[in-house]
């Protein structure tokens, strides 16, 4: 009988690690939860490394991550469900939501909406991660220079950060998050431009073209390296070792983000990792911006201006290469191939601690 009350308790603990809808079952409510927006396979991985090296430096005993997605999306969750599974995972679990969604029912309750509550209610912050391009049509544009691969992925962030940060679109709506002023929200690359976009933002659709007027590959290339978000070298010359992406300098602004709020020199210049040919054009509602390109054409930074602990970068500052030696690539065909981590220094590795450290405090306070 003994053997058998195992078999079943077995078996419980194990449907609550797998299940794919997290919040619909039995979960500890003393524990407190961060929502991973995307959870793919890559991005529990780099959450990984982030909490193994201490860099999200958060006690995984009382804070557990729940992966958010929706079911129309065009990845595969069941990889990411058979990833935390075969290797034992206990602190990763994920939710799935449904619900019709389109561009013309995101800013506003639809039927997704009583789903997102109940996982705002139950969780203390949320990340979003890296992607491709939003379809313009939701911040009421045409699509002139989008790639749109994943539509139903995008239609769902927007939403999901229109309900919880409100937006100009519907200046009636109640944001969940008027009911936890100190809910945690932070994005990287996309998840900015997402944030900006849910709260009535625009977005450039190519850099190059709409900032620089440059549409041939010579003629961006031209801009110079320290104003490229990403590395068109690549389209080039046939090089493996020619890196897609630009590392490259951002300037802090007179907003006290970066200085008061995360204590460092105004004056400093970091290197970061940057990967996208799209940015802000129109700040979203209640936003400033915390940080600029070298020429001060491109965002790089936004807080917003009540909710303290909702900010967002448009480099990529959770690249685990960025600190520590891992492969070797090069910018230029004749550079010399070095590491990413080599590349931007010892003070810039700092500033991305130092990014990461703030992270952490804030979510350690949350309740």
Known sequence: ??????FILLIILSLGVSSQNFFN?????????????????RNIKVVQYLVSKELLDINTNKIKFVGLYHDGQKYDFSKTKEYIENKGLNNFYLHEVSGKLTDKNLFSTNECSDELKKVFGYSIGVFFFGGPDIPPS???????LSVVTDPVRHYFEATFLFHLLGGSQNEGFLPFIEKKPRYFVTGFCLGLQTINVATG??????????????????????????????????????????????????????????????KMAKGWQPRVYSSHHQAIDELGKGFAVTAWSPDNKIIEGIAHEKYRNVFAVQFHP??????????????????????????????????HQEYWKHISKVIKKLK
Not at 1 to 6: G, I, N, P, T
Not at 138 to 144: I, S
Not at 242 to 249: A, D, V, Y
């Open 25 to 41: 079952e039995s979960f500890n409510p003393k524990k407190k939860y961060l929502i991973l927006a995307n959870p793919t396979v």
């Open 201 to 262: 933002g625009t977005l450039i659709q190519d850099i190059p073209t709409e900032v620089y007027n440059a549409t041939k590959n010579s003629d961006i290339l031209a801009i110079g390296r320290k104003n490229l978000h990403r590395n068109y070298w690549q389209n080039t010359v046939n090089d493996t070792q020619i890196m897609g992406i630009n590392l490259h300098t951002i300037r802090f602004s007179a907003h006290p983000f970066f200085g008061k709020t995360i």
């Open 138 to 144: 939701v911040y009421n544009e045409e699509n002139t």
């Open 318 to 351: 959770e690249v685990p290469a960025l600190y520590e030696n891992m492969y070797e690539r090069k910018f230029h065909p004749e550079d010399k191939p070095m590491t990413y981590h080599q590349m931007i220094g010892r003070q810039s590795v700092r500033f």
């Open 1 to 6: 009988m003994k053997q058998f009350s195992l």
